[in-house]
């Protein structure tokens, strides 16, 4: 019985240390699940910004299109999918010349994190122009 009275005694002392280990261990918790959400968010428009560049690199590149045909292909891809994940979404053609075409595709993701602006993506897309060549030379 002593034993028991004491392992009591012993527990009324332990009161609100589970109070105290959460107030510890709470904020580094939210922490890593913002940071996951924000990553996450990071890869989604950086996604999006990569598919409307590889989209408007297939449009560019088949026969008779253009730099233009692939920025437009580009910016219409961006209306569709990027809503909010990809904010003030540009396309560019810029180091196109006859022989290659380059789809960039740049913006930026939303920061879920106060104090800290948003993050900048650019991604690109670029490919050799299809076109007729003679098999003599």
Known sequence: MASWSRLRRRC??????ASVQMAIVF?????????VVQASQ???????????????LAAARTYG???GDGAARAR???NRIAGDSLR???VSTAGSDGQRIRIQ??????SMLPG???LTITQSASGPVERWTNPEG
């Open 42 to 56: 990071w890869y989604f428009a950086r996604e999006i910004a990569l598919t409307a560049a590889r989209e408007g």
């Open 88 to 90: 003030g979404a540009a």
């Open 105 to 110: 595709v740049s913006g930026r993701a939303p």
């Open 27 to 35: 904020p580094f918790v939210i922490i890593v699940t913002v940071a």
């Open 12 to 17: 009324r002392g332990d009161r609100g240390d």
């Open 65 to 67: 299109a253009g730099p």
């Open 116 to 118: 800290i602006a948003d």
């Open 76 to 78: 219409s891809v961006l």
